[in-house]
Protein backbone atom coordinates (compact mmCIF):
# COMPACT_ATOMS: atom_id res chain seq x y z
CA UNK A 1 0.00 0.00 0.00
CA UNK A 2 0.98 3.83 0.11
CA UNK A 3 3.54 4.71 1.96
CA UNK A 4 2.42 6.82 5.76
CA UNK A 5 4.18 8.62 8.37
CA UNK A 6 4.96 7.13 11.30
CA UNK A 7 6.46 9.99 13.35
CA UNK A 8 9.05 12.05 12.83
CA UNK A 9 12.17 10.52 14.26
CA UNK A 10 15.22 12.98 14.86
CA UNK A 11 18.90 11.77 14.61
CA UNK A 12 20.74 13.08 18.05
CA UNK A 13 24.35 13.03 18.77
CA UNK A 14 24.86 12.26 22.68
CA UNK A 15 27.36 14.03 24.82
CA UNK A 16 30.31 11.47 23.80
CA UNK A 17 29.36 12.40 19.94
CA UNK A 18 27.90 9.24 19.42
CA UNK A 19 24.67 8.77 17.59
CA UNK A 20 21.71 7.61 19.47
CA UNK A 21 19.32 5.44 18.33
CA UNK A 22 15.72 7.11 17.27
CA UNK A 23 12.83 5.08 17.55
CA UNK A 24 8.91 6.01 16.65
CA UNK A 25 6.83 7.53 19.39
CA UNK A 26 4.57 4.56 19.70
CA UNK A 27 5.15 0.87 18.38
CA UNK A 28 3.33 0.48 14.50
CA UNK A 29 2.93 -2.37 12.54
CA UNK A 30 4.62 -1.85 9.27
CA UNK A 31 5.67 -3.98 6.40
CA UNK A 32 8.46 -1.93 5.13
CA UNK A 33 10.39 1.57 6.35
CA UNK A 34 11.64 4.05 4.73
CA UNK A 35 14.15 6.56 5.96
CA UNK A 36 13.62 10.27 4.26
CA UNK A 37 14.96 13.77 4.99
CA UNK A 38 14.97 17.24 4.12
CA UNK A 39 17.57 18.58 2.19
CA UNK A 40 18.41 21.59 3.55
CA UNK A 41 17.00 25.05 2.83
CA UNK A 42 19.90 26.96 1.00
CA UNK A 43 21.44 25.58 -1.96
CA UNK A 44 24.82 27.06 -0.72
CA UNK A 45 24.74 24.56 2.43
CA UNK A 46 26.53 21.14 1.87
CA UNK A 47 24.80 17.89 1.85
CA UNK A 48 26.75 14.94 3.40
CA UNK A 49 24.69 11.38 3.11
CA UNK A 50 25.48 8.75 5.71
CA UNK A 51 27.84 6.32 5.06
CA UNK A 52 25.40 3.69 6.47
CA UNK A 53 22.17 3.46 7.12
CA UNK A 54 20.83 0.23 9.21
CA UNK A 55 17.46 -0.37 10.52
CA UNK A 56 18.19 -3.26 13.25
CA UNK A 57 15.83 -5.43 15.47
CA UNK A 58 15.91 -5.36 19.00
CA UNK A 59 17.25 -8.19 20.97
CA UNK A 60 14.24 -10.58 21.96
CA UNK A 61 12.21 -10.01 25.00
CA UNK A 62 12.71 -13.79 26.68
CA UNK A 63 9.18 -13.98 26.49
CA UNK A 64 9.33 -15.93 22.64
CA UNK A 65 11.62 -15.39 20.02
CA UNK A 66 9.71 -13.77 17.24
CA UNK A 67 11.85 -12.32 14.82
CA UNK A 68 10.32 -9.51 11.92
CA UNK A 69 13.81 -9.95 9.62
CA UNK A 70 12.49 -12.58 7.80
CA UNK A 71 11.80 -15.20 9.94
CA UNK A 72 8.50 -16.38 9.12
CA UNK A 73 8.91 -17.89 5.49
CA UNK A 74 11.01 -17.13 2.35
CA UNK A 75 8.57 -14.82 0.09
CA UNK A 76 5.57 -15.52 2.45
CA UNK A 77 4.27 -12.29 3.49
CA UNK A 78 2.55 -13.58 6.34
CA UNK A 79 4.38 -11.87 9.67
CA UNK A 80 3.82 -11.81 13.32
CA UNK A 81 1.26 -9.58 12.71
CA UNK A 82 -1.07 -12.07 10.69
CA UNK A 83 -0.44 -14.65 13.85
CA UNK A 84 -0.70 -12.10 16.73
CA UNK A 85 -3.55 -9.95 14.96
CA UNK A 86 -7.36 -10.71 13.77
CA UNK A 87 -7.45 -10.48 10.14
CA UNK A 88 -10.25 -10.78 7.90
CA UNK A 89 -10.95 -13.40 5.55
CA UNK A 90 -9.34 -11.73 2.64
CA UNK A 91 -6.09 -11.76 4.66
CA UNK A 92 -3.28 -14.32 3.78
CA UNK A 93 -3.40 -15.83 7.55
CA UNK A 94 -6.96 -16.36 8.96
CA UNK A 95 -6.69 -16.94 12.48
CA UNK A 96 -9.28 -19.85 13.78
CA UNK A 97 -12.24 -18.72 16.34
CA UNK A 98 -11.81 -19.73 19.47
CA UNK A 99 -14.93 -20.97 20.32
CA UNK A 100 -14.39 -24.82 18.83
CA UNK A 101 -13.01 -27.32 21.10
CA UNK A 102 -13.70 -31.50 22.15
CA UNK A 103 -17.42 -30.42 22.84
CA UNK A 104 -17.69 -28.18 20.49
CA UNK A 105 -16.16 -29.61 17.23
CA UNK A 106 -16.74 -27.96 13.74
CA UNK A 107 -18.77 -30.37 11.20
CA UNK A 108 -16.41 -31.22 8.36
CA UNK A 109 -18.07 -33.35 5.60
CA UNK A 110 -16.09 -35.92 3.68
CA UNK A 111 -14.55 -34.59 0.80
CA UNK A 112 -14.59 -30.97 2.17
CA UNK A 113 -11.34 -28.96 2.66
CA UNK A 114 -10.92 -27.17 6.18
CA UNK A 115 -8.18 -24.48 6.89
CA UNK A 116 -6.32 -23.12 10.08
CA UNK A 117 -4.25 -22.66 12.53
CA UNK A 118 -3.21 -24.13 15.71
CA UNK A 119 -0.71 -23.51 18.61
CA UNK A 120 1.05 -25.92 20.55
CA UNK A 121 -0.35 -25.52 23.97
CA UNK A 122 -2.97 -22.75 23.13
CA UNK A 123 -5.24 -23.75 20.25
CA UNK A 124 -5.97 -26.48 18.79
CA UNK A 125 -8.65 -27.45 16.06
CA UNK A 126 -11.78 -29.87 16.58
CA UNK A 127 -14.01 -31.56 14.18
CA UNK A 128 -16.52 -34.06 14.00
CA UNK A 129 -17.62 -35.98 10.90
CA UNK A 130 -20.03 -38.96 9.91
CA UNK A 131 -18.97 -41.89 7.88
CA UNK A 132 -20.90 -42.74 4.84
CA UNK A 133 -22.90 -46.18 4.42
CA UNK A 134 -20.00 -48.53 3.08
CA UNK A 135 -17.29 -47.12 3.72
CA UNK A 136 -14.27 -48.18 6.60
CA UNK A 137 -11.22 -46.41 6.48
CA UNK A 138 -10.88 -42.76 7.00
CA UNK A 139 -8.38 -41.09 5.45
CA UNK A 140 -7.46 -37.32 6.30
CA UNK A 141 -4.66 -35.43 4.64
CA UNK A 142 -2.97 -32.51 6.46
CA UNK A 143 -1.28 -30.24 4.34
CA UNK A 144 1.71 -27.10 5.60
CA UNK A 145 3.36 -24.11 3.93
CA UNK A 146 5.74 -24.80 3.64
CA UNK A 147 5.59 -28.24 5.48
CA UNK A 148 3.65 -30.00 7.28
CA UNK A 149 4.21 -28.89 11.15
CA UNK A 150 0.66 -30.16 12.34
CA UNK A 151 -0.72 -33.73 13.49
CA UNK A 152 -3.66 -35.41 14.16
CA UNK A 153 -6.01 -38.05 16.48
CA UNK A 154 -9.61 -39.49 15.78
CA UNK A 155 -11.93 -40.27 18.58
CA UNK A 156 -14.92 -41.96 19.05
CA UNK A 157 -18.35 -41.15 20.19
CA UNK A 158 -17.51 -42.40 23.03
CA UNK A 159 -14.11 -40.58 23.45
CA UNK A 160 -11.92 -43.62 23.19
CA UNK A 161 -8.53 -42.98 20.70
CA UNK A 162 -9.18 -44.75 17.26
CA UNK A 163 -5.68 -46.54 15.90
CA UNK A 164 -4.15 -44.49 13.10
CA UNK A 165 -1.55 -44.73 10.30
CA UNK A 166 0.86 -42.13 9.61
CA UNK A 167 2.44 -42.00 6.27
CA UNK A 168 3.72 -39.47 3.17
CA UNK A 169 0.09 -38.39 1.48
CA UNK A 170 -0.25 -39.22 -2.42
CA UNK A 171 0.35 -35.23 -3.02
CA UNK A 172 4.16 -34.23 -2.47
CA UNK A 173 4.70 -32.34 0.95
CA UNK A 174 1.61 -33.94 2.67
CA UNK A 175 0.53 -36.59 5.07
CA UNK A 176 -1.92 -38.87 5.76
CA UNK A 177 -3.25 -40.63 8.54
CA UNK A 178 -5.76 -43.72 7.71
CA UNK A 179 -8.19 -44.75 10.56
CA UNK A 180 -10.28 -48.07 10.79
CA UNK A 181 -14.15 -46.70 10.89
CA UNK A 182 -17.70 -47.80 11.29
CA UNK A 183 -20.00 -46.66 8.37
CA UNK A 184 -22.98 -44.60 9.89
CA UNK A 185 -20.58 -43.57 13.20
CA UNK A 186 -19.66 -40.14 13.79
CA UNK A 187 -16.20 -39.21 15.05
CA UNK A 188 -13.87 -36.59 16.47
CA UNK A 189 -10.33 -35.07 15.10
CA UNK A 190 -8.02 -33.06 16.45
CA UNK A 191 -5.33 -30.75 14.98
CA UNK A 192 -2.77 -29.46 16.94
CA UNK A 193 0.45 -28.96 16.91
CA UNK A 194 2.61 -31.67 18.40
CA UNK A 195 6.16 -31.34 19.66
CA UNK A 196 8.80 -30.60 16.78
CA UNK A 197 11.62 -33.09 16.03
CA UNK A 198 15.31 -31.30 14.86
CA UNK A 199 18.55 -33.13 13.85
CA UNK A 200 21.34 -31.80 14.38
CA UNK A 201 24.22 -32.83 12.07
CA UNK A 202 27.83 -31.27 11.88
CA UNK A 203 31.00 -31.84 10.04
CA UNK A 204 33.71 -33.60 12.17
CA UNK A 205 36.13 -32.76 9.36
CA UNK A 206 39.48 -30.93 9.82
CA UNK A 207 38.41 -27.92 7.99
CA UNK A 208 35.75 -27.29 10.71
CA UNK A 209 37.72 -28.26 14.13
CA UNK A 210 38.21 -24.73 14.69
CA UNK A 211 34.44 -23.71 14.39
CA UNK A 212 33.63 -27.04 17.18
CA UNK A 213 33.61 -24.48 20.45
CA UNK A 214 30.69 -22.65 18.01
CA UNK A 215 28.88 -25.68 17.20
CA UNK A 216 28.65 -26.14 20.88
CA UNK A 217 27.76 -22.98 22.17
CA UNK A 218 24.71 -23.01 19.33
CA UNK A 219 23.73 -26.41 20.69
CA UNK A 220 23.61 -24.89 24.33
CA UNK A 221 21.75 -22.08 23.43
CA UNK A 222 19.07 -24.14 21.66
CA UNK A 223 18.89 -26.57 24.03
CA UNK A 224 18.76 -23.51 27.40
CA UNK A 225 15.47 -22.61 25.41
CA UNK A 226 13.43 -25.91 24.94
CA UNK A 227 10.70 -26.31 26.63
CA UNK A 228 9.76 -30.32 27.46
CA UNK A 229 7.35 -31.32 25.07
CA UNK A 230 7.70 -28.84 22.33
CA UNK A 231 10.86 -30.26 21.13
CA UNK A 232 12.46 -33.33 20.48
CA UNK A 233 16.76 -32.88 19.68
CA UNK A 234 18.42 -35.95 17.72
CA UNK A 235 22.32 -34.68 17.49
CA UNK A 236 24.58 -36.68 14.68
CA UNK A 237 28.19 -36.05 14.50
CA UNK A 238 28.91 -36.50 10.50
CA UNK A 239 29.86 -40.16 10.64
CA UNK A 240 30.47 -40.55 14.32
CA UNK A 241 27.57 -42.34 16.58
CA UNK A 242 25.08 -40.02 17.89
CA UNK A 243 25.58 -37.89 20.89
CA UNK A 244 22.49 -39.32 22.51
CA UNK A 245 20.83 -42.38 22.94
CA UNK A 246 17.29 -41.69 21.39
CA UNK A 247 15.61 -38.35 21.05
CA UNK A 248 15.37 -36.06 23.98
CA UNK A 249 13.95 -32.65 25.44
CA UNK A 250 15.95 -32.90 28.56
CA UNK A 251 18.05 -29.35 28.59
CA UNK A 252 20.29 -31.11 31.05
CA UNK A 253 20.56 -34.12 29.01
CA UNK A 254 21.71 -32.40 25.70
CA UNK A 255 24.26 -30.01 27.91
CA UNK A 256 25.72 -33.14 29.18
CA UNK A 257 25.94 -34.75 25.82
CA UNK A 258 27.72 -31.93 24.28
CA UNK A 259 30.21 -31.22 27.06
CA UNK A 260 31.35 -34.34 27.36
CA UNK A 261 31.52 -34.80 23.13
CA UNK A 262 35.02 -34.94 21.83
CA UNK A 263 35.65 -34.90 18.15
CA UNK A 264 36.57 -38.59 17.07
CA UNK A 265 35.46 -39.27 13.38
CA UNK A 266 36.44 -37.03 10.98
CA UNK A 267 34.09 -36.56 7.69
CA UNK A 268 32.85 -34.39 5.57
CA UNK A 269 30.60 -36.21 3.92
CA UNK A 270 27.62 -33.44 3.85
CA UNK A 271 25.32 -35.16 1.41
CA UNK A 272 25.35 -38.79 3.46
CA UNK A 273 25.07 -37.29 6.36
CA UNK A 274 22.46 -34.86 5.34
CA UNK A 275 20.32 -38.22 3.51
CA UNK A 276 20.97 -39.89 7.27
CA UNK A 277 19.28 -37.12 9.18
CA UNK A 278 16.28 -36.68 7.64
CA UNK A 279 16.11 -40.58 7.28
CA UNK A 280 16.13 -40.10 11.53
CA UNK A 281 13.27 -38.03 10.88
CA UNK A 282 10.91 -40.08 8.32
CA UNK A 283 8.74 -41.73 11.23
CA UNK A 284 8.20 -37.87 13.18
CA UNK A 285 5.30 -36.55 13.02
CA UNK A 286 5.10 -32.33 12.98
CA UNK A 287 7.58 -29.73 12.11
CA UNK A 288 10.87 -31.76 11.09
CA UNK A 289 13.92 -29.72 10.64
CA UNK A 290 17.27 -30.35 9.84
CA UNK A 291 20.28 -27.68 10.80
CA UNK A 292 23.53 -28.66 9.23
CA UNK A 293 26.78 -27.46 10.14
CA UNK A 294 29.27 -27.87 7.37
CA UNK A 295 31.97 -26.11 5.28
CA UNK A 296 30.05 -28.09 2.03
CA UNK A 297 34.04 -29.15 1.38
CA UNK A 298 32.41 -32.90 0.56
CA UNK A 299 33.72 -36.38 0.17
CA UNK A 300 30.17 -37.39 -0.50
CA UNK A 301 29.36 -36.06 -3.98
CA UNK A 302 28.46 -39.37 -5.08
CA UNK A 303 25.15 -39.45 -3.02
CA UNK A 304 23.37 -36.34 -3.99
CA UNK A 305 20.86 -38.52 -5.82
CA UNK A 306 19.83 -40.35 -2.41
CA UNK A 307 20.18 -37.01 -0.45
CA UNK A 308 17.72 -35.64 -2.94
CA UNK A 309 15.76 -38.32 -2.63
CA UNK A 310 15.55 -38.79 0.89
CA UNK A 311 14.65 -34.96 1.30
CA UNK A 312 11.72 -35.32 -1.03
CA UNK A 313 10.43 -38.71 0.76
CA UNK A 314 10.72 -36.79 4.44
CA UNK A 315 10.55 -33.06 3.16
CA UNK A 316 12.23 -31.64 6.92
CA UNK A 317 13.66 -27.96 6.64
CA UNK A 318 16.65 -27.54 6.61
CA UNK A 319 18.39 -24.91 7.66
CA UNK A 320 22.17 -24.76 6.51
CA UNK A 321 25.09 -22.92 8.40
CA UNK A 322 28.38 -22.95 6.72
CA UNK A 323 31.36 -22.52 8.37
CA UNK A 324 35.40 -22.71 8.21
CA UNK A 325 35.62 -21.25 4.76
CA UNK A 326 38.75 -18.73 4.38
CA UNK A 327 37.85 -15.18 3.96
CA UNK A 328 34.97 -13.12 4.10
CA UNK A 329 33.40 -14.73 1.58
CA UNK A 330 32.49 -18.67 1.24
CA UNK A 331 33.49 -20.63 -2.43
CA UNK A 332 31.08 -20.19 -4.65
CA UNK A 333 30.30 -23.72 -6.13
CA UNK A 334 30.01 -24.79 -2.10
CA UNK A 335 27.78 -21.69 -1.38
CA UNK A 336 25.38 -22.68 -4.27
CA UNK A 337 25.34 -26.39 -2.41
CA UNK A 338 24.14 -25.06 1.00
CA UNK A 339 21.57 -22.41 -0.50
CA UNK A 340 20.00 -25.48 -2.87
CA UNK A 341 19.35 -27.68 0.16
CA UNK A 342 18.29 -24.73 2.73
CA UNK A 343 15.84 -23.28 -0.18
CA UNK A 344 14.73 -27.05 -1.24
CA UNK A 345 11.48 -26.77 1.52
CA UNK A 346 11.67 -23.51 2.61
CA UNK A 347 14.94 -23.03 5.35
CA UNK A 348 17.55 -20.60 5.68
CA UNK A 349 20.76 -20.81 4.74
CA UNK A 350 23.82 -18.30 6.58
CA UNK A 351 27.26 -18.29 6.55
CA UNK A 352 29.00 -18.28 10.15
CA UNK A 353 31.97 -15.65 10.23
CA UNK A 354 31.97 -16.38 14.40
CA UNK A 355 30.84 -18.33 16.75
CA UNK A 356 27.94 -16.03 17.16
CA UNK A 357 26.89 -16.40 14.13
CA UNK A 358 26.18 -19.96 14.60
CA UNK A 359 24.23 -19.56 17.60
CA UNK A 360 22.09 -16.91 15.63
CA UNK A 361 22.02 -19.66 12.99
CA UNK A 362 20.18 -22.13 16.14
CA UNK A 363 18.19 -18.97 17.00
CA UNK A 364 16.89 -18.41 13.38
CA UNK A 365 15.38 -22.18 13.41
CA UNK A 366 13.86 -22.42 16.99
CA UNK A 367 12.07 -18.65 15.66
CA UNK A 368 10.15 -21.27 12.70
CA UNK A 369 9.82 -24.02 15.08
CA UNK A 370 7.91 -22.27 18.15
CA UNK A 371 5.27 -20.28 15.59
CA UNK A 372 2.09 -21.30 14.98
CA UNK A 373 1.57 -23.32 12.56
CA UNK A 374 -1.04 -23.35 9.36
CA UNK A 375 -2.29 -26.58 7.83
CA UNK A 376 -4.85 -27.54 5.36
CA UNK A 377 -7.17 -30.35 6.02
CA UNK A 378 -8.94 -32.66 4.00
CA UNK A 379 -11.40 -36.03 4.58
CA UNK A 380 -12.00 -38.79 2.65
CA UNK A 381 -13.70 -41.99 2.79
CA UNK A 382 -12.82 -45.85 1.38
CA UNK A 383 -14.40 -49.13 1.07
CA UNK A 384 -11.68 -51.08 1.57
CA UNK A 385 -10.98 -52.15 5.64
CA UNK A 386 -7.37 -51.45 6.77
CA UNK A 387 -5.89 -54.93 7.96
CA UNK A 388 -6.18 -55.35 11.43
CA UNK A 389 -2.61 -55.04 13.33
CA UNK A 390 -0.19 -57.81 13.32
CA UNK A 391 0.17 -58.67 16.65
CA UNK A 392 3.57 -60.24 17.76
CA UNK A 393 4.16 -63.01 20.04
CA UNK A 394 4.49 -63.18 23.96
CA UNK A 395 4.44 -66.75 25.60
CA UNK A 396 4.17 -67.54 29.67
CA UNK A 397 5.93 -70.27 30.78
CA UNK A 398 7.03 -71.87 34.11
CA UNK A 399 10.37 -71.68 35.30
CA UNK A 400 12.59 -74.34 34.86
CA UNK A 401 13.56 -76.75 37.84
CA UNK A 402 17.28 -77.22 38.98
CA UNK A 403 17.38 -79.92 36.23
CA UNK A 404 16.63 -77.99 33.29
CA UNK A 405 12.85 -79.84 33.38
CA UNK A 406 10.13 -77.42 33.49
CA UNK A 407 8.29 -77.08 36.75
CA UNK A 408 4.92 -78.23 36.88
CA UNK A 409 2.91 -74.22 37.25
CA UNK A 410 0.57 -73.70 34.78
CA UNK A 411 -0.89 -69.90 33.81
CA UNK A 412 -3.77 -70.06 36.17
CA UNK A 413 -1.41 -70.79 38.89
CA UNK A 414 0.90 -67.75 39.05
CA UNK A 415 -0.10 -64.02 39.46
CA UNK A 416 0.86 -61.96 36.44
CA UNK A 417 2.00 -58.70 36.64
CA UNK A 418 2.11 -56.69 33.12
CA UNK A 419 4.22 -53.72 32.96
CA UNK A 420 3.63 -51.60 29.67
CA UNK A 421 5.80 -48.60 28.62
CA UNK A 422 3.70 -45.61 28.18
CA UNK A 423 6.79 -42.96 27.30
CA UNK A 424 6.75 -40.70 24.32
CA UNK A 425 8.97 -42.74 22.68
CA UNK A 426 5.97 -45.31 22.20
CA UNK A 427 4.62 -42.90 19.83
CA UNK A 428 7.04 -43.62 16.86
CA UNK A 429 6.34 -45.93 14.67
CA UNK A 430 7.59 -49.55 14.12
CA UNK A 431 7.12 -49.94 10.39
CA UNK A 432 3.71 -48.69 9.37
CA UNK A 433 2.41 -48.69 12.75
CA UNK A 434 3.00 -46.63 16.38
CA UNK A 435 4.65 -48.74 18.82
CA UNK A 436 1.61 -48.01 21.32
CA UNK A 437 -0.29 -49.64 18.71
CA UNK A 438 1.47 -52.78 18.28
CA UNK A 439 2.32 -53.17 22.27
CA UNK A 440 -1.44 -53.00 22.71
CA UNK A 441 -2.46 -55.65 20.23
CA UNK A 442 0.14 -57.91 21.97
CA UNK A 443 -1.02 -57.10 25.47
CA UNK A 444 -4.92 -57.65 24.19
CA UNK A 445 -4.00 -60.95 22.66
CA UNK A 446 -2.34 -62.21 25.92
CA UNK A 447 -5.03 -61.38 28.36
CA UNK A 448 -7.85 -62.70 25.29
CA UNK A 449 -6.50 -65.75 24.26
CA UNK A 450 -3.02 -66.14 26.70
CA UNK A 451 -3.98 -66.34 30.03
CA UNK A 452 -7.12 -67.99 31.45
CA UNK A 453 -9.87 -65.72 32.58
CA UNK A 454 -9.86 -65.61 36.39
CA UNK A 455 -5.81 -66.05 36.94
CA UNK A 456 -4.46 -63.58 38.69
CA UNK A 457 -3.33 -60.35 36.76
CA UNK A 458 -2.23 -56.70 37.61
CA UNK A 459 -1.32 -53.61 35.16
CA UNK A 460 1.17 -50.93 36.24
CA UNK A 461 2.30 -48.27 33.96
CA UNK A 462 3.98 -45.43 33.78
CA UNK A 463 2.98 -42.03 35.23
CA UNK A 464 0.83 -38.93 32.88
CA UNK A 465 2.56 -36.02 34.35
CA UNK A 466 4.87 -34.05 31.74
CA UNK A 467 8.48 -35.18 32.70
CA UNK A 468 7.15 -37.42 34.67
CA UNK A 469 9.49 -40.18 36.45
CA UNK A 470 6.21 -41.39 37.97
CA UNK A 471 4.59 -45.09 37.74
CA UNK A 472 0.82 -46.11 38.72
CA UNK A 473 -0.24 -49.82 39.18
CA UNK A 474 -3.62 -49.05 36.63
CA UNK A 475 -5.34 -52.30 37.04
CA UNK A 476 -4.70 -53.90 40.79
CA UNK A 477 -3.91 -57.77 41.30
CA UNK A 478 -7.34 -59.44 40.81
CA UNK A 479 -9.08 -62.27 38.67
CA UNK A 480 -8.40 -61.80 35.09
CA UNK A 481 -11.56 -60.37 33.22
CA UNK A 482 -10.09 -60.24 29.69
CA UNK A 483 -12.92 -57.68 28.35
CA UNK A 484 -12.76 -55.42 30.97
CA UNK A 485 -9.04 -55.91 31.08
CA UNK A 486 -8.73 -55.12 27.16
CA UNK A 487 -10.91 -52.35 27.69
CA UNK A 488 -8.51 -50.64 30.22
CA UNK A 489 -5.38 -51.57 27.73
CA UNK A 490 -7.30 -49.55 24.58
CA UNK A 491 -7.91 -46.43 27.09
CA UNK A 492 -4.36 -46.15 28.17
CA UNK A 493 -2.62 -42.95 27.18
CA UNK A 494 0.95 -41.70 26.21
CA UNK A 495 1.39 -38.64 27.08
CA UNK A 496 4.55 -37.51 24.54
CA UNK A 497 6.60 -35.93 27.20
CA UNK A 498 6.47 -38.96 29.71
CA UNK A 499 10.32 -40.46 30.83
CA UNK A 500 11.30 -44.20 31.58
CA UNK A 501 11.38 -45.14 34.89
CA UNK A 502 12.12 -48.65 34.53
CA UNK A 503 13.74 -49.52 37.46
CA UNK A 504 10.89 -47.90 39.58
CA UNK A 505 8.05 -49.87 38.06
CA UNK A 506 9.96 -52.70 38.45
CA UNK A 507 10.83 -52.22 41.91
CA UNK A 508 7.25 -51.65 42.35
CA UNK A 509 6.28 -55.24 41.41
CA UNK A 510 7.60 -56.17 45.12
CA UNK A 511 4.48 -54.24 46.88
CA UNK A 512 2.16 -54.87 44.02
CA UNK A 513 2.36 -59.06 44.38
CA UNK A 514 3.61 -58.81 48.41
CA UNK A 515 0.44 -61.15 48.76
CA UNK A 516 0.84 -64.02 46.54
CA UNK A 517 1.74 -67.11 47.79
CA UNK A 518 2.57 -68.94 44.75
CA UNK A 519 4.58 -68.17 41.39
CA UNK A 520 4.98 -64.58 40.17
CA UNK A 521 5.65 -63.49 36.39
CA UNK A 522 6.33 -60.20 35.40
CA UNK A 523 5.86 -59.10 31.90
CA UNK A 524 7.38 -55.87 31.08
CA UNK A 525 6.71 -54.45 27.49
CA UNK A 526 9.02 -51.72 26.66
CA UNK A 527 10.61 -49.65 23.86
CA UNK A 528 13.46 -47.52 25.37
CA UNK A 529 15.78 -47.20 28.15
CA UNK A 530 15.73 -45.97 31.75
CA UNK A 531 15.57 -42.46 31.57
CA UNK A 532 14.99 -41.25 35.19
CA UNK A 533 18.70 -42.68 36.79
CA UNK A 534 17.66 -45.84 37.98
CA UNK A 535 19.26 -49.11 36.91
CA UNK A 536 16.78 -51.87 35.60
CA UNK A 537 18.86 -54.64 35.58
CA UNK A 538 19.98 -54.13 39.57
CA UNK A 539 16.21 -53.52 40.19
CA UNK A 540 15.39 -57.01 38.50
CA UNK A 541 18.18 -58.92 40.50
CA UNK A 542 16.35 -57.47 44.09
CA UNK A 543 13.24 -58.56 42.45
CA UNK A 544 14.14 -62.01 42.08
CA UNK A 545 16.10 -62.12 45.43
CA UNK A 546 12.68 -61.08 47.16
Known sequence: GPWRDIG??????????????????APTWARFVRLSGRPPSRTADRLELPAVVRVLEALPDGTAYRSVLGQWGMGVRAGPMEWLAQLDASQAVVRDPDDDGPDRPRPLAIGEAAAGVVHRGQDSDWYTLTIPEGQHTLALTLRGTPVVGTALAVTDAGGANVPVTFGPGDEAG????????????????????????????????????????????????????????????????????????????????????VDAYVMGASSSAAEANLAAAASELATREGARAVLLVTDAASSSYDRTGDLWAALDSVRPLVFTVEVGGQ???????????MVDWAASTGGAYRH???????????DELATWLRRPQAYGLTAAARADELPPPEPGQLRVTSPAEADGRPSVVTAADAAVELV????????ERLGKKRRIDVAKAVLR???????????????????????????????PLGPLDPVGMSRVIDAISFPGSVKTPLAKSIAAVARDLADVTGPRIVVVV???RESCGGDPAAATRRLRRA
Open 420 to 427: LDTSGSML
Open 526 to 528: TDG
Open 445 to 475: DLVQTGLPAGSPVALRTFGTRPRSCDTRLAV
Open 352 to 362: ARSGADIVAAF
Open 327 to 337: GESPAIERHHL
Open 8 to 25: EWRLDRTADGSVAPFRPD
Open 174 to 257: TVTYLAPVQPGEAYRVEVSQPPASVAFAFDTSASVATQLEGIRNGLVSFAGGIEPGAEAVRILPFDGQPLLPDWSDDRYEIDGA
